[in-house]
């Protein structure tokens, strides 16, 4: 503890902590002296050897005392003071051990310091005896890579070896022999090695005594299926043995393999193989049917329960059917010295009295020996008709009788997965023949021979010893029994035949929170070593060369070991001390024989003891009294006074001894050594020790008590027959298994404070306060499932089936429930003793409300101390509110109608109000009618008669009413579906019950009524919960909503937010809602059984109905996009239906009234290869249309009713037109005109379907060849889409104009457009978006047909017209079209013409006036053209397709020849012609062979005509292609000069050619077509005309 002022109860109160106080071993009557030379310096930890001490001060320094040999100056080898460590200076020291002549230290850093003596390597330093300074020890892990340094927790020595616990919980040795749990037999190890038998495992402690090793090992989580052998010795690991009215099943098989032998113990010993008689091989039915037991047979099987053990170290396996064998010499029988104990032990066994007072340490009346009777058949060959279950089974059956056949055959008791394991070890190692005895050590030791005679007395069970007598709870990590616990009672066997199916487990469900935090309770204990003195537990005096599990402390709780020179002391969660070894001196606290297996230690208190210390030949026992004060128990070695005759015989202690030391203080911790042991005492200043004491006491008594309760009350309840209904049964179990898990953190905490104890001892690091979640939790779920049994009437219902167990053990539970009235009935003191939990909050609240008077009100101590304390008792009070509404509500369904009971009753279901006093009606009621209100704190209840119906809370708004509304005391109640008027009879009573109702409503909505705030003080209760919440409802009512379930937000009472809406029948809306309709966006899905799949809509929704934009998937594979109204298909929309690989794949968009195609739309039938684009009507084409097919054939004019009727022209792929009346598709019936592709037509009447056959009556004509074209009648409509209303940020404003329109202002809206039109979310992009779909819808595909290009040119210049309408409703500043906007700064004028002939051009038009020509393709063209040039692009391919062949085989003709040739051929002027070129830097001439290299530039740059989009851009092109010309000749002429266009043409023609444009005819069309008109009479129209020129020129050239 920090002695600054306010982290201590007292700046001086330090001073009086670890106070060292030193006793004599072997006097107990003798006071205590002080540690002389010691000032007050405050020990947190103190370990003795044989003759020498190690002191841990709370700064971190380390102190030797006593004789200290090893330190080399003379005056150091015994000092009179304890001497300062120097070599652990600066070293922050947590831990420190000592061994017999050997210390060890753990600095803070986890490095393990070793000195002192050294003979056998126990300090990890090689060839030196003696270590006299405290050296570092390097332990390296080297199986990672590259090796770590392992940090170390904790050191434990030995006489000869050192333990060390590494943080990753695995054990590293170090010195010399077995006892190290090393693969090894070369000592001594100087270098620490890992004890890898324990890898794996999780370590908690480790122990050393003089030759032996302890750990302390956490379960492992999960058991793996236990195999019916041992794999290495090949014995069952499964035996049964009766044990008076119950049988008890053990695993706790030892391997004998591995066990240490001398050279003279290793000859030739046989054993003999003791096989079951052949009467236990009848078949199962006869022996099951026998109730008789055969005398000698029981003693055979009870003998049988050994193992084969060969001192050569190999095992004999043993046959499937023999269950063990039993060890025996190579000569006769009788000559064993074993076999009269052999015998005794049998007449034991087989007699319960006998065995009983066995078991009471009385000596039994010898009997006659059954040795020869017991082993009939000795060398009897093995059967291997039944499997080892079988036999097991069979050679009990004599032993168990009916009880475990029932039991076998009812399958209660699977043996293959039974979890109520024993321990069973091997014998000893048998004597030689002639009863001689040699062993290393001398066997003639009457010590060993009184070890031998107990271990052999111990074979009473199939483990030597039954070391589960104590055993009540089976708490066995591996229980799998159903409320069987560790013992089968006779009744329950005989009632196995009628197995119940209910499952009990009391293992609690670990919380990893609460095992992360808290010490572990879920051990075993692992011990190696030497064993002689039976100090290792396993039944035998054998030494172990590896870890072996002690079997029978498994599930004992076991939560700190400690080792004497041959003893060993195991401490558990029970504040109970299981002892084990040597016991010459009584040492062990008991006098209970074999001392070879952990007996409990028998001290002489009430209360349990929670600290032990091990010395040589002593124990001692720090246990809790009364007053918390604790007291120190001492058991062992006792030196006789000088009076005494014997004085070289020293005797030890029958029983623990109580040591006078109540007036030195508070013990903390007390450590042991061979003749001396100490205690470190606290001085109780201002009651903080005590507090912390007496916390710590209690909650160890209180988990004492827990436990008792859970084993001797809870564990029979529960095996209990007919406990009621599978719910209660249920809610009980659950009852059980938080009972359980409270019970296991009560255990952990005790343990934990036991440990806190000896440490600082600083307040806040106390866990109740840094985790005290974990406690209020805990305690919380526990009273939330005892009150809900309450609630049902659990108490009641356990009266009957329980009323014989609770009469038997009236007085146990008037005891535990710690009930004085003997009045009170049984249940009453049951419900008192399951609530006797909470009472343990208001102890916590207490004693830390205690320890926070120790403290200075202003330190942040007293705070935290005081706000734990209040909570605790909050939620100690809460508690106690919940169980009195628990038992309102169950006196509330004790009057209820039975009926209604059944049906409203609910585990977590509370009464807060009724208005069976009449005090609430409800308005315009029925003068004869019933109306009952019940409010719970999940629903209100309204109930007539014998009908009732439930409002959820949730979903209740409960408002008063003013008087003026006509409703005087009046309350108005709404639900999702009704809304009612109560009446109360007073002003009072309408308001208790609208304040219930709100804080009922309120807590509902929370969702936290089990759970009050922590930290003290309740929460601010709402003066009314709020009107709009988020809630859950089935709707019972609505037409629509029937049977639905909606989860979301609420307002007053309708759905209103967002939420999800699910009907029964699968369909789902989940989105936005306004006053209880689907409003807003949302996503509807509606399965469809007969596909198997759904409509899914996704959209948006007006009151209750699909409307506005959307996408609609139907389940049949169609998808809509478009615009809804009420639930329909409304406005524009994009149908498409199937896909490629489907039946009837087509696509439709267009226009849509009611659900039906309706104005203008375009249809892709994709399966006949048709397009139609026209008017529609109720779903089919009706009106002006167009049809093309992708096999060119073209239709324009009516239709009806979805076929061509009415006039038309038809178009084929040769040219071929009629132009006439048509009666269905593709049928000419009527007058009309047929025109060949060479201008020759027919007029007449004609009929039939075209392709087929068509007749005809009418005049044939051959028209002149110069007459012109009919001007055909074309119709095509136009469309126009909605758009959206959502925009993006940066185009949320539109940019304003102040001033006059300039071309900056200009270029802003253009940039303003294109950055619109690139976004959906803008309404410009939505509508540019759209168009764009409906261009590529009409014109891609069957739509690419060259009769529609110019209706596609038409289309482009519609849309450019209208758009441009809109900008400039949007920019009303821009001015209109053809409008001229100045220049800011004037032309540069000195760039000169490129064509003059022989009169200036220009002169003869006015010059017009500077400046830039607003025009809507200006604008526009940049934003629309990329977009729909492919489809455009394509049409105009597929019209210009014949000449463009022509132009392109002239091309690639004429482009054979060399350059000079073809400027020549051209009639280019030489003085044109270039004469050097400059190709990457160098000047070469130009050769008659030169190609491709004349006018490259200019090549080039008319090549990027074909990767520009727009006319103006493609402009540009070409004049940047004529500035590169003249370059070019500028620099070969080297002289200023004017084009004309005699000149220019023909070097013009030569770059069209080189160029090789393939689709120049598309390109010059396409300018032609949507070129801006003022740029045609131009210098840009000019130099245009001159590549069309071009074009032209070149489909006539011809090569002479």
Not at 440 to 466: A, H, I, N, Y
Not at 765 to 777: E, M, N, Q, T
Not at 901 to 915: G, I
Not at 1198 to 1206: D, E, V
């Amino acid at each position: 503890m920090d002695s600054k002022k306010g982290s201590s109860p007292k700046a001086e109160g330090s001073k009086e902590r670890g106070l060292v106080h030193v006793w004599q071993a072997g006097s107990c009557s003798v006071t205590p002296e002080r540690l002389p030379g010691w000032g007050e310096r405050t020990v947190l930890q103190a370990a003795l050897g044989v003759k020498h001490g190690v002191l841990l001060t709370e700064d971190g320094a380390v102190y030797s005392f006593g004789a200290l040999p090893w330190r080399s100056a003379p005056a150091e080898a015994c000092p009179s003071s304890p001497v300062l460590e120097h070599a652990l200076a600066g070293q922050c020291v947590v831990a420190v051990a000592a061994g017999s002549f050997h210390s060890g230290a753990v600095t803070e850093g986890g490095v393990a310091y070793m000195w002192g003596e050294n003979s056998a390597g126990q300090c990890a330093v090689a060839n030196q005896p003696r270590v006299p300074e405290p050296s570092a020890v390097s332990i390296a892990d080297s199986e990672t890579s590259p090796s770590l340094a392992v940090r170390i927790v904790q050191l434990a020595c030995g006489e000869e070896h050192t333990l060390a616990l590494s943080i990753s919980r695995e054990i590293w040795a170090w010195g010399t022999g077995c006892q190290l749990g090393l693969m090894t037999t070369t000592f001594p190890v100087t270098k620490p090695q890992k004890v890898e038998h324990l890898a794996g495992r999780v370590v908690l402690q480790v122990a050393c005594g003089a030759f032996h090793s302890l750990a302390l090992v956490q379960c492992p989580p999960s058991q793996k299926p236990v195999p019916e052998r041992c794999n290495q010795c090949s014995q069952l690991l499964i035996t049964m043995t009766d044990k008076e009215d119950h049988v008890i099943i053990s695993d706790s098989h030892c391997c004998p393999l591995g066990v240490t032998l001398a050279e003279s113990q290793a000859e030739n010993q046989a054993s003999t193989a003791i096989s079951p008689s052949t009467e236990t091989r009848d078949s199962l039915g006869e022996v099951f049917e026998s109730t008789g037991v055969q005398h000698d047979l029981a003693v055979a099987n009870k003998l049988n329960v050994g193992h084969v053990h060969t001192t050569s170290g190999n095992a004999i396996p043993s046959p499937p059917d023999i269950i063990g064998t039993t060890e025996t010499s190579a000569g006769s029988i009788p000559s064993d010295p074993a076999a009269p104990a052999g015998s005794e032990l049998a007449q034991k066994l087989s007699d319960p009295s006998t065995r009983e007072n066995s078991e009471n340490h009385e000596k039994p009346v010898p009997s006659q020996p059954l040795v020869e009777e017991a082993v009939p058949n000795l060398h009897s060959p093995p059967t291997t008709s039944t499997s080892a279950l079988n036999s097991l089974v069979v050679s009990c059956a004599s032993a168990v009788g009916v009880r475990v056949a029932a039991t076998y055959e009812a399958g209660a008791l699977s043996l293959k997965k039974v979890m109520n394991f024993y321990s069973t070890a091997p014998c000893e190692p048998g004597a030689q023949a002639g009863g001689s005895s040699i062993g290393p050590e001398g066997l003639k030791d009457s010590r060993e021979e009184q070890v031998k005679q107990e271990s052999m007395q111990g074979k009473k069970s199939s483990s030597l010893v039954d070391i589960r007598e104590e055993e009540s709870e089976g708490g066995s990590r591996r229980l799998s029994l159903p409320g069987l616990l560790s013992q089968v009672s006779p009744r329950l066997l005989r009632k196995a035949a009628r197995v119940k199916t209910r499952t009990v487990v009391l293992t609690p469900t670990y919380s990893g929170e609460a095992d992360a935090l808290l010490p572990s309770l879920r051990t075993e204990v692992w011990t190696w070593g030497k064993g002689k003195e039976g100090q290792l537990g396993h039944g035998d005096v054998l030494p172990r060369l590896q870890p072996l599990c002690v079997k029978c402390l498994d599930g004992k709780e076991i939560i700190h070991l400690e080792a004497g020179g041959y003893h060993s002391l195991a401490l558990t969660a029970k504040s109970q001390v299981y002892s084990w070894g040597s016991n010459t001196f009584g040492q062990l606290g008991h006098s209970d024989f074999p001392t070879t297996v952990p007996r409990l230690a028998k001290v002489k208190s009430d209360n349990g003891v929670w600290s032990v210390a091990a010395g040589q030949d002593y124990s001692l026992f720090l246990v809790d009294t009364e007053d918390f004060q604790p007291g120190l128990y001492y058991s062992g070695r006792q030196d006789h006074t000088e009076g005494d005759n014997l004085p070289e015989n020293p005797s030890g202690t029958k029983a623990p001894v109580l040591l006078s030391c109540s007036k030195l203080g508070y013990i903390s911790r007390v450590a042991a050594g061979k003749d001396s042991y100490l205690a470190l005492v606290d001085k109780n200043i201002m009651g903080y020790i005590a507090s912390l004491h007496e916390l710590a006491a209690t909650e160890r008594r209180f988990y004492s008590k827990l436990s008792d309760i859970k084993s001797q009350i809870l564990r029979p309840l529960l095996s209990l027959e007919n406990l009621g209904t599978a719910s209660t049964v249920q809610l009980l179990q659950e009852v059980a298994s938080r009972f359980s898990k409270l019970c296991y953190l009560i255990g952990q905490h005790g343990a934990s404070l036991s440990s806190f104890l000896q440490g600082v001892k600083e307040a806040r690091s106390l866990v109740i306060l840094k985790h005290a979640s974990l406690f209020l939790d805990s305690y919380t779920e526990y009273c939330t499932s005892i009150t809900h049994f309450l609630v049902m009437g659990g108490f009641q219902l356990l009266a009957k089936p329980a009323i014989d167990f609770l009469n038997k053990n009236q007085e146990l539970l008037q005891d535990l429930s710690e009930v004085t009235d003997e009045n009170m009935q049984l249940i009453e003191i049951l419900n008192t003793l399951f609530f006797l939990p909470t009472r343990r909050l208001h102890n916590y609240a207490e004693v830390l409300l205690k320890l926070a008077t120790c403290f200075e009100v202003t330190s942040p101590e007293y705070q935290k101390l005081q706000d734990s304390s209040s909570c605790y008792e909050s939620l100690a009070l809460h508690l106690g509110r919940k169980r009195k509404e628990a038992e309102y509500t169950l006196g509330f369904w004790k009057t209820f109608p039975g009926k209604m009971t059944d049906s409203l009753r609910k585990p977590e279901r509370r009464l807060l109000c009724e208005s069976s006093n009449r005090a609430l009606s409800l308005q315009h009621a029925g003068r004869f009618s019933v109306n009952w209100f019940i409010l719970f704190n999940d629903a209100l209840v309204h109930a007539q008669f014998s009908t009732h119906h439930v409002f959820p809370l949730a979903t209740i708004w409960a408002e008063p009413l003013s008087e003026e509304a006509g409703a005087v005391n009046g309350l108005k109640i709404t639900t999702p579906e009704e809304q009612f008027t109560l009446i109360s009879s007073t002003p009072q009573e309408k308001t208790k019950w609208l304040r219930a109702l709100s804080q009922a409503v309120d807590q509902a909505l929370r969702g936290a009524s089990e759970h009050p705030p922590y930290g003290g003080g309740s929460s601010v209760q709402r003066q009314e919960p709020p009107i709009s919440r988020s809630a859950k409802y089935t709707f019972y009512k609505d037409p629509r909503l029937k049977d639905a379930t909606y989860d979301g937000r609420w307002f007053s009472g309708k759905p209103h937010g967002r939420g999800v809406l699910k009907w029964p029948d699968g369909k789902m809306y989940s989105g936005m809602f306004r006053n209880g309709l689907e409003d807003g966006y949302g996503e509807y899905r509606i399965p469809n059984k007969a596909l198997s799949k759904e409509d899914h809509y996704v959209g948006h929704w007006k009151e209750g109905k699909m409307c506005g934009q959307g996408v609609y998937s139907y389940a049949s594979g169609e998808v809509f996009e478009g615009c809804f109204q009420d639930n329909m298909r409304h406005g524009h929309g994009l149908l498409r239906s199937g896909k490629l690989t489907s039946s009837s794949p087509s696509m439709f968009i267009g226009q849509w009234v009611m659900d039906k195609k309706s104005g203008y739309g375009v249809f892709d039938d994709i399966t006949r290869g048709e397009k139609y684009m026209g008017m529609w009507q109720d779903d089919a084409c009706q009106g002006n249309g167009v049809v093309v097919t992708q096999f060119g054939l073209y239709y324009e004019g009516n239709f009806h009713l979805n076929k061509m009727m009415g006039n038309g022209v038809l178009l084929s792929e040769d040219d071929t037109i009629y132009e006439g009346e048509f009666s269905d598709d593709w049928t000419l019936s009527g007058k009309g005109t047929l025109t060949m592709p060479n201008g020759d037509y027919i007029e007449g009447y004609f009929s039939g379907e075209w392709g087929s056959g068509i007749k005809i009556t009418g005049t044939y004509f051959k028209p002149s060849l110069y007459e012109s074209d009919k001007d055909k009648p074309k119709v095509f409509p136009e469309i126009l889409s909605r758009s959206q209303t959502q925009t993006l940020e940066s185009l949320e404003f539109i940019p304003q104009h102040v001033g006059a329109f300039s071309v900056e202002k200009y270029d802003d809206i253009k940039k303003y457009l294109i950055k619109a039109c690139d976004t959906p979310l803008h309404p410009l992009g939505r509508l540019v978006e759209t168009l764009v779909a409906v261009y590529r819808m009409t014109y891609v595909g069957v739509g690419a047909n060259r009769r529609l290009l110019q209706e596609a040119v038409k289309e482009i210049k519609s849309y450019l017209k209208r758009i441009f309408q809109l900008v400039r409703f949007l920019f009303p500043e821009l001015p209109e079209e053809g409008s001229t906007i100045p220049l800011s700064a004037p032309l540069p004028t000195e760039r000169k013409s490129f064509c003059t002939g022989k009169s200036d051009s220009r002169s003869e038009s006015p010059e017009p006036e500077p400046g830039y020509v607003v025009t809507s393709s200006g604008l526009l063209l940049p934003v629309l053209l990329p977009r729909l040039y492919p489809p455009l692009f394509m049409l105009y391919a597929l019209e210009n397709d014949r000449e463009e062949d022509i132009y392109w085989e002239c091309v690639l003709r004429l482009n054979k020849q060399p350059d000079i040739a073809l400027l020549g051929f051209l009639g280019v002027q030489r003085k044109f012609w270039p004469v050097t070129l400059s190709i990457l830097g160098e000047t070469k001439k130009v050769l008659p062979t030169t190609k491709d290299a004349c006018f490259a530039s200019a090549v080039e740059c008319l090549q990027q005509i074909s990767t520009t989009f727009t006319p103006s851009d493609k402009l540009k092109v070409i004049q940047q292609t004529f500035e590169e010309i003249s370059q070019g000749v500028l620099a070969s002429l080297q002289e200023d000069f004017l084009w004309s266009m005699d000149d220019l043409f023909p070097v013009f023609l030569y770059v069209v050619l080189r160029a090789r444009i393939r689709n120049l005819g598309s390109e010059v069309h396409l300018i032609e077509d949507l070129m801006d008109p003022y740029l045609q009479h131009g210098e840009q129209g000019i130099m245009f005309t001159t590549l069309k020129a071009c074009y032209y020129q070149i489909q006539r050239e011809k090569l002479n």
